[in-house]
């Protein structure tokens, strides 16, 4: 799910997303502007990245990690 952001749409807190240039997988903490607070699932870390290479992750990414589709609670 995404919201509305003054440049268009973005990624909610709590999002699961995968970093494009990496391939880390986090959860989205906050951000400013187009730059996204995440941090790792893997191991708690924190990094910065630009929406641009951010994307949801899959289906088959959550339930590798062992996580409902989206929008399942």
């Known amino acids: 799910m ?6 268009g749409m973005g ?3 709590g ?3 995968v970093d494009k ?3 880390a997988v ?7 502007g187009r730059i ?5 699932v893997q191991d708690g ?13 899959t289906t088959e990414e959550r ?3 062992g996580i409902g589709p989206r929008g399942v609670h």
Do not use: C
């Open 2 to 7: 995404t919201n509305m952001t003054p440049w």
């Open 11 to 13: 990624y909610r807190s």
């Open 15 to 17: 999002a699961l997303v």
């Open 21 to 23: 240039e990496t391939g």
């Open 26 to 32: 986090g959860v989205t903490q906050g951000v400013a």
């Open 36 to 40: 996204y607070t995440v941090k790792s």
């Open 45 to 57: 870390s924190l990094w910065t990245a630009h929406s641009t290479r951010l994307r949801i992750a």
């Open 63 to 65: 339930a590798k990690l």
